[in-house]
């Protein structure tokens, strides 16, 4: 491959002799390449490297996709912001999920536009109850790690049927904040994926 790379396009015969073997000891090697995308031939041109990766090339490289390569930053509000300023947050922020923090900053719940939605229906006043109120708590919230895939997390995204994660960082008293990873994170994962192999 490396003499294809440096040389294509490049015939079977030249790179035979390149190598001390016959045409026909190399015929085998060149097909089983060719056959994995590795190389391209061409009739009275010869192999040439396509760039194109094979199938099990493709996996590894979403195996090795972490979120610390494809997380945002957090959108963060405090346990005792009112409702109404939260959905402003929110809002503002364009997002689809805070995350609230404690005194310590550190993680005690989700908000999401649900969450929002239910709290809004009926006659209360949101400018008087706070986020605390209404949030999922721990342990309820799904989160991950920077360290943890991006397969990982889009597992888990789909089967909690939410948009969005606080990527965390573990602390001897709680979760600290330190990311988010979202669908349209996933997305560009992939895509970026796409990119790298002219899919």
């Given amino acids: 491959m490396d003499i294809v790379k440096g040389n294509g396009p490049i015939t079977g015969e030249q790179i035979a002799e390149r190598l001390h073997l016959t045409r026909s000891t190399l015929r085998p090697d060149l097909a089983i390449l060719t056959m994995a995308g590795f190389l391209d031939a061409r009739p009275r041109v010869g192999y040439f490297y396509s760039g194109k990766k094979t199938s099990q090339a493709i996996s590894d490289n979403i195996a090795q996709m972490l979120v610390k ?4 930053i957090p959108v963060v509000v405090e346990e005792s912001m009112t409702v109404y300023d939260a959905i402003c ?3 503002l ?9 404690d005194k310590k900053s550190l993680l005690s719940g ?7 939605l239910r709290t809004s229906i009926g006659n209360q006043d949101l400018n008087k109850i706070p ?3 209404i949030m999922t708590r721990m342990p309820n919230i799904t989160y991950c ?3 943890d895939t991006i397969i990982d997390v889009a597992n888990k995204l789909m089967s909690r049927q ?4 606080p990527v965390v960082k573990e602390r001897k008293d709680g979760l600290e904040v330190v990311g988010r990873i979202t669908k349209t994170n996933i997305t560009r994962a992939f895509l970026s994926l796409a990119d790298d192999h002219d899919l």
């Fill in 89 to 91: 947050h929110m809002f």
């Fill in 69 to 72: 390569d494809f997380q945002s």
């Fill in 93 to 101: 922020e364009d997002v689809g999920s805070l995350f609230v923090v």
């Fill in 131 to 133: 986020v605390h109120m």
């Fill in 110 to 116: 989700v908000l999401s536009r649900k969450d929002f």
């Fill in 145 to 147: 790690l920077k360290e």
């Fill in 162 to 165: 939410i948009d969005s994660l």
